[in-house]
Every structure is written in structure tokens, then in C-alpha cells.
């Protein structure tokens, strides 16, 4: 019998080596696939579209904030990995009544860093979770010294909602050289009206491709000369697992 503390403190009990899992969030899905563990993982979301043949050979399970819960059961898993932010309480202490749900909290690199390491360590994969660590750090040394841009990052349109500075977003944005200089709120993702945005005066405007898909259009809402508009990938920004490998590799080039 084994014990393991997720990131939010609580306690889960493992009798083996988990052979059936459910991931309810697409970035760890994308890691479990990295560490070798398709064969282990049986349960995903609609929204797990990474490794793409998933979504065809995995039963999925519902949204991230709308779980199937009789559907969950009926897979019997031995482990469920969530995340605070990204799935609903309610259904997670539901769930976590009948299986073990080990639960990430992912506001900076270095808590993904962990979450890899933690994720490994349950799923008896340690030298793989060591080897993509270790890769995504190197990267990320490369990094170091960018100079700052003024930035917002926008998630979402009516109301424009932009990614706050206690969000990982922000400090995904810190490493590809971006200072956000989104207000500080009791919001995440506070919402900004143009003449706002205007006044902040940022270097750069980041339109983010999930999870609101801004088009090439939505551009002249915020451009007016004085700075540049720019969409990017959310995946690179956002998903906290392996994909962070890819998102080092582009930050070199923006």
C-alpha cells in the first residue's frame, strides 16, 4: 500500500500500480500519453484532443466541468487525475468518495515541474517524468534573459477577459518575454473594456486561440498603431504538462 499527497494536500492510498486511469484534463492526458502510459489510461474528456487518437480508442467521460459521473463508475479506474481550477469541487469530492483522485494546482512552471515529477512517482514512470523535466528546464534556461514586453493575454470576447497576474498564463507569458500587466483583482481573468485596454498602454496585444478561438478579424478591435497584435497558440501558454517542451521551443522564436 502506498500514499501519495496531491497538490492540494490531500491524501490518496494506492494498492498497485495504477492500470486504469481517467484524466479529466487535456494538458495531463498529453502527459500521461508522454510518459507511456496509453495502455494504463481508459477514461478522457471531449476536450483531451492530444494524443488525437484518444478520442477515438478512450471512453469519454464529459467535459472538465460537466463529468459523467455514472459513466466514470462504470469504468472502475484506480486513479482519476484532475486539477483544482479546471474541474468542478462538487464532482471531484463526489468522485473521490469511491476512487482515488489525486488533484494538481498549477499557478507557476515550477508547480507543473512538480505535478510532472508527482505524476511519475503514482505511476511507477519516474525515469520518463525525470527525462521530460529535465528537458522542459534546459529549454526553459535558454530562456532567461529575455527582455520584457509590455502584454495582455485575452482568453475571451464579450465581455474581453484577459489572464490575470496569479494565473499560470501569466507566468508562461513571463518566460516567452512578456510582462503582463493585467490589473490585479478577485478575478483570475478580470474582464477589460477597450477604453481600459487603451490605458494600460501595453507593447503588445495576445489573442489567445482556446478558450475563446479569436480570428485574424478580432485584431482591429484593439489595434490603433501604437502597439502590435498577435495570436498564438493557447496550448503553448496554457496546458502544463509535456506540451511545455514545444511551448520553450517557440518562445525562443517569438
Known sequence: MAFFTDQCQRQIELASKPLRIVSTVPSQTELLSGLGLDAQVIGITAYCVHPAHYLKEKTVIGGTKNLQIEKIRSLKPDL???????????????LAQEFPVWLSDINTVDDALAMIEAIGEICQAESKAREIVDSIRAKRQLLAHLPKRKALYFIWKDPYMVAGPNTFISHMMAEAGFENIAPYSEQRYPSLS?????????????????????????????????????????????????????????????
Open 194 to 254: 477597450l477604453s481600459e485596454v487603451k490605458a494600460l498602454h501595453a507593447d503588445v496585444i495576445l489573442l489567445s486561440s482556446e478558450p475563446y478561438a479569436f480570428k485574424s478579424a478580432d485584431t482591429l478591435d484593439f489595434w490603433d498603431g501604437s502597439q502590435e497584435v498577435r495570436m498564438v497558440d493557447g496550448e503553448l501558454f496554457s496546458w502544463y504538462g509535456d506540451r511545455m517542451l514545444k511551448a520553450f521551443e517557440r518562445f525562443k522564436r517569438f
Open 80 to 94: 482519476i487525475i484532475g486539477n483544482k481550477e479546471e474541474n468542478i469541487k462538487e464532482q471531484i469530492e463526489e
